[in-house]
């Protein structure tokens, strides 16, 4: 461990040499990268990485370790991590574990001694590339078992979960649609005293509005909606019954739905301070976010959707609301725990709408 070579070799062939730690797999998938400088408990246990290598620009991984409350899954399918340093003696008084032993009981490999931000120039400048994490340094080998890889590298399937339960509270019914949702939702939810069914991506809309709930959150998740055609083809029939909101992949899902296309950004959106105009309210918020689809604001015009977020960096949209049903959704994580409380009031909101809607209030 961080001596032992171990090499990040990128589809176009170019190869960066680094050191071991964490788990020993050979893994490859899609390179993208994290701006963050906190949080790395939370990114790394986010489902919506699935099958993904994520490059970390913060030059410091891992000192404040993991512990036993912030982690998003206690299954985590992420691919692999890059980082400039690992630190392997973490100071935290909440700290039960250190990155190393984490990765390693997860068999998910890292990789440090990499000049990370050139990495992030790289994607940056042109695009998201395939990559693997290997420990040989037969190079050639280790691209032809790329090119024979499954490029299909998303699966709602493999992380979302397999049988309904339910998280208690005393309050409004929500039934949670599990694309590869955030422990941190739920737990954000019961805080506001809902009662939240976590149900499988593939539950059938008869099933879900059996349970009679007050409301519907589609949750995030991995890859694009495009992917998940069961989820789309409901979520319009559940919104004419009840509340619908959507949080990253189900935020793509319900613009699908609608008539809105999908999109992919050329290097996505990962980090805690990404700046995110309202529209409507006509502020700022910084966001938290993780996607590399976005909705094709163009297509939004055929639709009954309205914009009302979008990103201040590039104009890509944000969030959208239905002009007459009680649907809202935003591309970002509302309140997330790993980054800005910007926007946690749009939890709220929801809940809000929710709860005049069913005559709760």
């Known amino acids: 461990m961080l001596k032992d070579k171990r090499y990040l070799v990128l589809e176009d062939g170019t190869v960066y040499e680094g050191y071991q730690f964490g788990g020993k797999a050979d893994r490859a998938g899609e390179l993208v990268f994290n701006t963050s400088m906190f949080g790395f408990q939370e990114m790394i246990t986010d489902s919506a990485y699935a099958n993904q290598i994520v490059t970390f ?3 410091l991984v891992g000192n404040t370790g993991f512990n036993s409350e912030d982690s998003e899954t206690m299954k985590p399918t992420i691919a692999g991590i890059v980082v400039r340093e690992a630190a392997l003696l973490p100071s935290n008084f909440r700290t039960n574990e250190t990155l190393h032993d984490y990765l ?7 990789i440090s001694g ?6 992030v120039r790289k994607i940056r400048d042109g695009g998201t590339l395939r990559a693997v994490l290997s420990d040989s340094d037969d190079v050639d080998a280790v691209i032809e078992t790329l090119k024979s ?3 299909t590298v998303h699966s709602v399937r493999d992380v979302s979960t397999s049988s309904p339960y339910i998280s208690t509270g005393v309050g409004s019914r929500v039934v949670l649609i599990d694309l590869g949702k955030q422990e941190s939702l739920v737990r954000s939810l019961n805080s506001a005293g809902c009662e939240v069914t976590v149900v499988p991506h593939d539950t059938p809309t008869y099933d879900i509005l059996r349970m009679k709930p ?6 995030s998740g991995p890859g694009s909606p495009e992917d998940i055609p069961s989820i789309v083809d409901n979520v319009r029939t559940i919104a004419e019954q009840v509340p619908v909101f959507g949080v990253g992949l189900g935020h793509q899902a319900i613009a699908l739905a609608f008539g809105a296309k999908i999109e992919a950004l050329p ?11 309202n529209i409507e309210r006509k502020t700022v918020e910084i966001t938290s976010q993780n996607h590399g689809f976005a909705v094709s604001r163009e297509s939004l015009e055929q639709t009954d959707l309205v914009i009302t977020h979008e990103a201040i ?4 949209v944000e969030g959208i609301r239905h002009k007459s049903l009680p649907i809202m959704s935003v591309q970002y994580y509302p ?5 800005p409380d910007d926007s946690s009031y749009i939890l709220e909101e929801f809940i809000n709408r929710m709860n005049k809607e069913n005559n709760h209030a």
């Open 335 to 339: 309140g997330a725990i790993d980054g």
């Open 267 to 277: 290097f996505g959106h990962r980090g805690s301070n990404i700046p995110v105009r």
């Open 214 to 219: 007050d409301g519907v959150i589609i949750s």
């Open 313 to 316: 960096n590039d104009d890509s």
């Open 57 to 59: 620009s913060y030059p």
């Open 114 to 119: 990499i000049d990370t931000r050139s990495i």
């Open 149 to 151: 890889t499954d490029e």
């Open 104 to 110: 390693e009981r997860h068999n998910i490999p890292g």
